[in-house]
């Protein structure tokens, strides 16, 4: 087992990581900016190290200040959490340089998947269906081809895109060549490389991702899917377990997909394979190599801690469990709570002046907010995740309504008020909402 | 648009009674943290409900500055309407929004202010020249700080 753990993030995550640490009896190194000194992950930390000023570019980015914490405070382990330095493959590939374990997988897999095109290539040789595309965006011939077989709209990728990135929707041909040239400048801009790769533009489907959990020994197991079609500007604002549209042979039928395309690749850890899912097809977009923020609500029907699984899997341990161990028991839904204006979305850090929590059976709340406590403009407006379980769909939403209600949060803007609009609308409550839901609702 | 609400009607009565206000010239009302403005022909006075204490008299001394020096109609000055931190261009090598006097439309993007991640273009709220850029480019701003007054 490790001895000490390094968390190299902030915020709920870190919290979340560090109970797993605890649970398992093993030291943990908070790092924080700052900004972050009286956060409660630095509080319940064993040790905790200040890497640098508040702007996240300085701290919790600064991989030779955390290298330098790792080393000085001899931990054998970094935990990166989600975003920040959690799919950094030049992170991951210095502290293998420097002999302490990243708890994720190898730079290696990091860097095929945060290329598109490859992970793309891996996904279709698997027969992993992916999004109809073209590679070579350069020749035209191919180019007017490919608008000829699969028609209009198509979009437009960077190939180390993200975060909408590099992003454009073609309506009509003659739209092509300026969006192409002004996505090759943004994908330029944002991640020096404009490699750019044509995909069909789906308009109605929905956003299913599905989890997996490998081990160093070749085993992998698929944990489930999750419905995450409840968006605004490609934020995931609301997240359910298990989708309501899927049949049951479907679910088997990608996930043992997905299990062969990570076997493929000898994939350590966790790692969630998203799709789009439109008229009973799935269409690949892309791999995330880290925890995924909404990890909880597959724990909360799997019983499974992801975050322990993780730090057994960077052990090298096999996994016990065979994938008919895994049951699907439940419904689980997590609501995001943001801090910003429940209508014009305007960021609102500040203090929390006063604060409840909400609880009873079926309740979880992963947060690291607290009375008296400030939330720093600095860094993303999550402040807490709000997730409920029941045995059906129609009791967690019930049990999500009733938990609304009672969670109060005074001194800054929050969400919870669009939440609770959201999960009473007729189509959130019917389940047959697409990823356009968040543009419809007002 | 956000619609008026009973509350925006009661703080409204509250603030008539309270400062035995009559004549009532005009009433705005703006959303993004709250803030409420009511002038009557007698006495101009501008009332702030806000949550955060410390920021309010941020705002207040800010105000009281920029009265001193120069009367500038409170319509003309453009204010941060979040915490976050102000940049004037949209990366580092590219030229500026805008200029001190330029001529600017509705609508045109003044700035942008990065806050949790997101960026966020501030808008003018009007057609005009811009006689000052008070913000400095990647300076952090508070709520209701000046970022930019018009002529």
């Known amino acids: 087992m490790f001895k000490k753990i390094l968390i190299a993030n902030r915020g709920e995550i870190a919290l979340r990581i560090l109970r797993a640490c605890k649970e398992l009896n093993i030291k943990t190194v908070a790092i924080h900016s700052e900004a972050d000194e009286s956060a409660i992950h630095v509080k319940m930390a064993d040790e905790s190290i200040c890497v640098g000023p508040a702007s996240a570019q300085l701290s919790y980015l600064n991989i030779p200040a955390i290298v330098t914490a790792a080393t000085l405070t001899n931990a054998d382990a970094i935990h990166p959490g989600y975003g920040f330095l959690s799919e950094s493959k030049r992170f991951a590939e210095i502290i293998e340089e420097h002999k302490i374990k990243f708890i994720g997988p190898t730079s290696n897999h990091i860097g095929i998947m945060g290329d598109k095109i490859k992970a793309r290539r891996i996904m279709r040789d698997n027969g992993v269906p992916i999004v109809p595309g073209l590679h070579d965006v350069n020749d035209f011939n191919q180019v007017n081809k490919f608008i000829d077989e699969i028609g209009l709209p198509v979009i437009i990728k960077a190939a180390s895109g993200g975060g909408g990135k590099g992003m454009r929707i073609v309506k009509k041909i003659n739209e092509l060549e300026n969006a192409l040239g002004s996505a090759k400048i943004e994908a330029k801009k944002s991640f020096n490389n404009d490699i750019l790769y044509f995909e069909k533009f789906l308009s109605t489907p929905k956003h299913i991702e599905i989890q997996i959990l490998a081990d160093a020994h070749g085993n992998v197991l698929v944990l489930g899917e999750r419905d995450c079609s409840i968006q605004r500007k490609h934020q995931k604002l609301i997240e359910e377990c298990p989708s309501l549209c899927l049949e049951e042979n479907e679910r088997q039928e990608i996930g043992e997909l997905c299990k062969k395309a990570m076997k493929s690749m000898g994939y350590e850890g966790v790692g969630t394979l998203e799709f789009l899912y439109d008229n009973k097809k799935f269409y690949f977009m892309e791999m995330n190599t880290r925890l995924q923020v909404e990890h909880p609500i597959t724990e909360m029907v799997t019983q499974i801690d992801l975050v322990k699984e993780q730090i057994f899997a960077a052990l090298g341990e096999k996994i016990t469990k065979n994938q008919d161990d895994i049951l699907i028991k439940g419904h689980a839904i997590e609501c995001r709570i943001n801090a910003e204006h429940p209508e014009t979305f305007i960021p609102s850090p500040g203090n929390i002046k006063r604060y409840y929590q909400p609880g009873g059976l079926g309740i979880r709340v992963d947060s690291s907010i607290y009375q008296g406590c400030s939330v720093p403009p600095y860094y993303d407006s999550l402040i807490a995740k709000l997730i409920t379980y029941a045995d059906n769909r129609e009791d967690s939403i019930k049990k999500m309504k009733r938990a609304l209600e009672e969670y109060i949060i005074v001194g800054i803007d929050t969400n919870i008020q669009l939440h609770q609009k959201i999960i009473q609308s007729g189509e959130f409550i019917s389940g047959n909402y697409d990823i356009n839901f968040m543009s419809r609702f007002d | ?151």
């Open chain 2, 1 to 151: 648009m956000t619609k008026i609400d009973k509350n925006d009607l009661e703080n409204i009565n509250f603030l008539k009674k309270e400062l035995k206000l009559k004549n009532i010239q005009s009433i705005k009302i703006k959303k993004g943290d709250y803030e409420v403005e009511i002038s009557s022909s007698e006495n101009v006075s501008n009332q702030r409900i806000q949550q955060i204490p410390s920021q309010d008299e941020n705002s207040q001394k800010t105000d009281q500055i920029s009265k001193q020096k120069n009367e500038t109609k409170l319509e003309n000055i453009v204010k941060s309407p979040m915490v976050g931190v102000a940049y004037l261009s949209p990366d580092p090598s590219t030229p500026p929004y805008v200029k001190k006097g330029q001529q600017v439309k509705e609508g045109d993007t003044l700035l942008v202010i990065e806050a949790m991640k997101t960026f966020n273009e501030i808008k003018s709220p009007k057609s005009g020249i811009i006689q000052k850029i008070i913000v400095l480019n990647s300076q952090p701003v508070e709520f209701g700080d000046d970022l930019i007054i018009f002529e």
